[in-house]
């Protein structure tokens, strides 16, 4: 039986094996953001909406299907439900990327990277996309609505993104740089290494967050960044490096 030291040991070998295509990786989704369109970066959080309990490179195959018939930004619930067999629970996704699409529309455009853009971190964006709202900066000390309230008030949060979801999708338009995506694959080796004792059916906002906390620890710890170690996990299940 393999001790705690030399799983890690072997993280950090695999790490060094594979770390210029990971880097390679971020840096494409670091462009996405800065170099992408609207309606790019609006298929990066339908790729995130159909991603629960599905497999990814099959839900990146539904989203291309999207884009190629111009649906993504004109389909109806039942158009978009068609043509994501590939992704478990489709009725309920495909409304739900069709509500997302209307919270991201202002005057007739799409406007996700401008909405985006006003949070002053990505904890607070992901908080805002699951919640619709933001904490840090929802009032003044007065009291008072801030400048942030337009973003604030736009939305109650976007259906079927959680914390996960959030995370994968900041991640994957460059801005994930310090935040955990806890899916099965991520848990499983949090598991195995020691960071956390078991892998919860369900998990809360303040779990999410503690269990987020001890992968950055671990990730200091390893000397492997953050979001480097997520497409490490990622890589070792299975055997690609992703999104």
């Given amino acids: 039986m393999h001790s705690q030291k030399e799983k890690i040991k072997t993280i950090q070998r695999l790490y060094s094996d ?8 971020l840096s494409e989704f ?8 609207d309606e790019d970066i609006f298929a990066e959080l339908v790729f995130c909406i159909l991603t629960p309990q599905s497999k990814a490179q099959s839900c990146w195959e539904c989203v291309e299907i ?7 930004l004109k389909g109806t619930p039942k158009e978009i439900a068609k043509k994501i067999n590939k992704a478990r629970f489709k009725n309920n996704k495909a409304k739900y990327i069709v509500e997302a699409r209307r919270k991201f529309i202002k005057n007739g455009k799409l406007n996700i990277k401008s909405q985006i853009s006003q949070f002053e971190s990505t904890q607070e964006a992901r908080e805002w996309l699951v919640n619709g709202t933001c904490p840090v900066r929802d009032r003044s000390p007065s009291g008072d609505r801030t400048e942030m309230s337009e973003a604030i008030l736009i939305s109650n949060g976007v259906k079927g993104i ?4 959030a995370s994968h999708f900041l991640r994957n338009i460059g801005l994930g740089e310090n935040i955990a995506i ?17 892998i919860l059916s369900s998990i809360s906002k303040k779990k999410y967050l503690e269990i987020e906390g001890k992968m950055k620890e671990f990730s200091v710890s390893a000397n492997i960044p953050m979001d480097h170690l997520d497409l490490v996990f ?3 299940e299975t055997g690609e490096v992703f999104k």
């Fill in 18 to 25: 594979i770390s210029k295509d990971i880097t390679s990786r």
């Fill in 30 to 37: 670091n462009r996405l953001f800065k170099e992408g369109t």
């Fill in 66 to 72: 999207l884009k190629k018939d111009k649906l993504l």
């Fill in 162 to 165: 959680g914390y996960k979801e």
């Fill in 182 to 198: 806890l899916d099965r694959h991520i848990l499983r080796n949090l598991k195995e290494l020691g960071v956390i004792k078991e």
């Fill in 234 to 236: 990622w890589y070792k």
